[in-house]
């Protein structure tokens, strides 16, 4: 049954593939250029400092020269959708096309060609999403550095979100599909759903979460006492916490930036 | 294992065995009440209008949809629950004999033989061969009879027991008709297999088929083998009279007349009319019309009610 699973879905496994080579063409050359120029200007050392001339300078040459392609990047945040509803689609195709009736009337039972069925794309969609998240991951290592990572074409390009997210696209593919039973159709609708969704969360709901605290100290005078209940999300130039009791402390309003170690 | 008789847990079971058997999809019943029994080691063909529970019947005895109501056990198994058992021993061709159109002849093959145990692939290079099919051609580039005759090779080839046909022939010209029914037959006369295959279209059934049901409106009409089908009806044409008289002895099918002559279609059972009557041979195709157009009648106007009870086959 695996080589029919595969054989019945090498077009949209080879798609899927062909995206992550096309990422990587982007990303590879651009990332290595990046973080090249992030050790020659030696951006490290302006971070956690207030700002200077030489490195606002820097920074600000840094950005310039990068931020078009930080740009670029935010596109791929469609990438988890495209993934997903492309790799539903062969299931999509047998309902549509009513070769289900053919694949489930053969010796094996329908619980086990549904499991290799969906199995193997989605394995695929784990495979190549997690592939991209790595490398989308080292790529913005320097912004991240800069601007930590909770803003939201990062946050959501990184871990488990976007696998999440990929998950998202392919299991609403499979709803819309398995109701309207047209697979073009159904992928573009559930395509257009991921878009709508993450719009939703980016524009809408994102503002209603709690904010993060951030926290900034004199790394010589070691970790303030607040961080030990702390869950540090990111570190670098800033530092956000989010979690345990200092957000309680902060409440829902602004959140109280420490001025630590001035 | 030589002159011993391996005989499987429900080996003489009936092929196909419906107990009040109902399938209702939304408000509306596709098949209700259904109860009747195939036998094995015959080919049998349900005949009937597009609509008339055909399909349904077919999809529940392979386990494609569940039952509202009743039960159906095929080879005395249960389609769903015994669907491991069972669907090795069961070949079947869905309506429009579906076929992934993208894989060439071979892979189609190769898809039979990585899907079924019982895999017979000598047969099946040997079918596609007589067929002269290029094995690299996509399926999708195909003929319709010829993508018939491949989802047909894939079915015989699992080697199964009993082999269902969804309206295989509707959508053929005559030619691919003949020879689908013919390739059928074959495999019917090497092998001790079961076929029951449903079809609107009467011509060339009686040349295959051993046994006839008939549906209609959802419900069974007739039950019974073809030459008894066709040994038992008569036409009846005579002077206008009566047809009470005849219905009292004998079930009336469709009646007709005109100012001067009543001519009736009935089930004779060997009866004899006197001479008043002429009495004429039907053809299979004209016995069904007329089982389908009476049950129309009866429903339409409830007037008939009273030879539709005793002629329906309710079972």
């Known amino acids: ?262 | 294992m030589s002159g011993l008789e391996v005989v499987q847990g429900g080996g003489s079971a009936p092929a196909v065995a419906a107990d009040g058997l109902g399938k209702r999809y939304g408000a509306k019943w596709a098949l209700r009440n259904c109860t009747l029994e195939i036998p094995v080691g015959a080919v049998t063909a349900l005949v009937g209008p597009n609509g008339a529970g055909k399909t349904t019947l077919l999809q529940l005895a392979v386990g494609l949809t569940v039952p509202t109501a009743g039960e159906v056990r095929v080879l005395g198994l249960s389609p769903r629950h015994d669907a491991h058992a069972l669907l090795p021993r069961v070949g079947f061709v869905a309506q429009e004999h579906p076929l992934y159109r993208g894989l060439s002849v071979a892979e189609t093959l190769k898809v039979g033989k990585r899907i079924n145990p019982g895999w017979d692939n000598d047969f099946a290079l040997g079918r596609i061969e007589q067929l002269g099919l290029p094995l690299g051609l996509k399926v999708g580039k195909l003929s319709g009879g010829q993508q018939a005759q491949v989802a047909l090779t894939l079915a015989l080839a699992k080697r199964p027991e009993l082999l269902l046909l969804d309206e295989p022939v509707a959508s053929l010209d005559p030619l691919a008709r003949r020879e689908f029914l013919q390739t059928v037959l074959e495999a019917t006369a090497e092998t001790e297999l079961t076929v029951i295959l449903s079809s609107h279209i009467i011509a060339d059934l009686e040349r295959v088929c051993d046994h006839l049901i008939i549906l209609s409106q959802a419900e069974t009409q007739l039950v019974s083998p073809i030459d008894e089908v066709l040994a038992s009806h008569r036409l009846l044409t005579g002077p206008r009279t009566d047809p009470a008289t005849i219905a009292r002895v004998n079930r009336v099918i469709r009646e007709s007349h005109t100012e001067r002559q009543t001519s009736l279609l009935v089930r004779a059972d060997g009866h004899a009319y006197d001479s008043s009557w002429e009495l004429h041979e039907v053809d299979l195709e004209e016995i069904v019309l007329a089982y389908l157009g009476h049950r129309r009648a009866g429903a339409a106007t409830g007037a008939t009610q009273r030879s539709s009870d005793r002629d329906v086959v309710r079972s």
């Open chain 1, 1 to 262: 049954m695996t080589w029919v699973a595969w054989r019945l879905q090498r077009t949209e496994t080879l798609i899927a593939l062909a995206l992550l080579v096309l990422i990587g063409a982007v990303l590879l050359p651009t990332g290595i250029e990046m973080s090249h120029a992030f050790d020659r200007d030696h951006l490290s050392l302006c971070l956690g400092h207030r700002p200077s001339g030489a490195c606002n300078n820097a920074i600000e040459g840094f950005l310039s020269r990068f931020n078009s392609l930080g740009d670029l990047l935010a596109w791929f945040t469609l990438l988890p959708g495209l993934l997903g509803v492309i790799l539903a689609a062969p299931f999509l195709l047998e309902l549509e096309q009513g070769t289900y009736r053919l694949a489930w009337t053969q010796s094996i039972t329908r619980g086990r060609w549904i499991a290799a069925k969906l199995g193997l794309p989605l394995a695929v969609a784990l495979l190549v999403a997690g592939a991209y998240i790595l490398v989308g991951t080292w790529w913005r290592e320097p912004f991240v550095r800069m601007n930590g990572r909770m803003d939201t074409a990062t946050y959501d390009s990184e871990g488990i979100v976007a696998l999440g997210y990929t998950l998202f696209a392919f299991g609403l593919a499979l709803v819309v599909g398995v109701l309207w039973r047209k697979a073009v159709a159904a992928v573009t609708v559930a395509f257009v759903g991921y878009v709508v969704a993450r719009v939703f969360v980016d524009t809408w709901l994102r503002d209603r979460l709690v904010t993060p605290l951030k926290l900034s100290w004199n790394p010589a005078a070691g970790q303030p006492a607040a961080l030990d209940h702390a869950r540090i999300l990111s570190e670098g130039g800033k530092i956000l916490l989010g979690g345990g009791r200092l957000i309680r402390q902060g409440g829902r309003s602004r959140s109280p930036v420490t001025p630590a170690a001035r």
